[in-house]
């Protein structure tokens, strides 16, 4: 995985990938999988399933300022703006994937969480405590 796949693929689908995930992505060499071994439920998606998943929970209707980055398994979904800059995760009920839902009081909002994760190495306690475990 490298800067020019992802640019391709943000070119492709007409997306802006924010550079927290871009990071990431590059960090696990584009198997967001191994990241999250330990949480069953939790899945980051890879490029591929970035697009899949903007196809069926059809965000380029309902929410379109927004890209879903993986999902929680329980109905969550893990969604960031569609901005370069952004450092925010939005973990919101699939069932709000509408941008007039996507608001602190539907949703949890960590403003700084992915970035942060991504520069201690992705530790799997901080995915746990995301989810109040």
């Given at each position: 995985?490298?800067r020019?796949?992802?640019?391709?693929?943000?070119?492709?689908y007409?997306l802006?990938?924010?550079e927290?995930y871009?990071r990431?992505?590059?960090l696990?060499d584009?198997?967001?999988?191994?990241y999250?071994?330990g949480f069953?439920?939790?899945?980051l998606f890879?490029?591929?399933?970035i697009?899949?998943?903007?196809e069926?929970?059809?965000?380029?209707?309902?929410?379109?300022?927004?890209?879903?980055i993986?999902d929680?398994?329980?109905?969550e979904?893990l969604?960031?703006p569609?901005e370069?800059?952004?450092?925010t995760?939005?973990?919101?009920?699939?069932?709000?994937?509408?941008s007039?839902y996507?608001?602190?009081?539907?949703?949890?909002?960590?403003?700084?969480?992915?970035?942060g994760w991504v520069?201690?190495?992705c530790p799997?306690?901080?995915i746990d405590e995301?989810?109040g475990?």
């Amino acid at each position: 995985m490298d800067r020019q796949t992802i640019a391709e693929f943000e070119a492709r689908y007409n997306l802006v990938l924010p550079e927290a995930y871009i990071r990431f992505l590059l960090l696990c060499d584009g198997k967001p999988e191994e990241y999250c071994k330990g949480f069953p439920d939790i899945a980051l998606f890879t490029l591929a399933e970035i697009a899949e998943a903007r196809e069926y929970m059809e965000m380029k209707t309902y929410c379109p300022e927004y890209v879903a980055i993986g999902d929680g398994g329980g109905g969550e979904v893990l969604i960031m703006p569609q901005e370069r800059n952004t450092e925010t995760l939005i973990v919101t009920h699939g069932g709000n994937l509408i941008s007039r839902y996507i608001k602190p009081q539907y949703c949890k909002f960590f403003y700084d969480f992915f970035s942060g994760w991504v520069s201690c190495g992705c530790p799997a306690a901080e995915i746990d405590e995301m989810y109040g475990g």
